[in-house]
């Protein structure tokens, strides 16, 4: 389950990266919007996914909401998938 979380983790940031640094640009100023739509549907999942599998680690670990919450509130901020991935979930597999 944890390199499950870490792999979705990263996915994630770069899904939610893509959408504003490739598709959202295109998408209002070259009029371009088939792209925002296809990585929305993939971000949108790869989203989703991953709140649901950071509550079941969460479950499973005993960590608690308030370590939920930072990982719900950390894949709404650019990167932030990435710095909890290195914070929390890295340091999990070297024990």
Known sequence: MLLTTRFLAIL??????????????LKYWADIRE?????GYVHGFLFISFIGIT???????KWGTKTFLKFFVASLLPFGTFYMD???LKPLKAT
């Open 35 to 39: 792209p925002n739509i296809y990585i």
């Open 86 to 88: 290195q914070k929390y």
């Open 55 to 61: 509550a079941l680690l969460c479950s499973k670990q």
């Open 12 to 25: 994630e940031g770069i899904s939610y990266l893509l959408l504003f640094a490739l598709s959202m640009p």
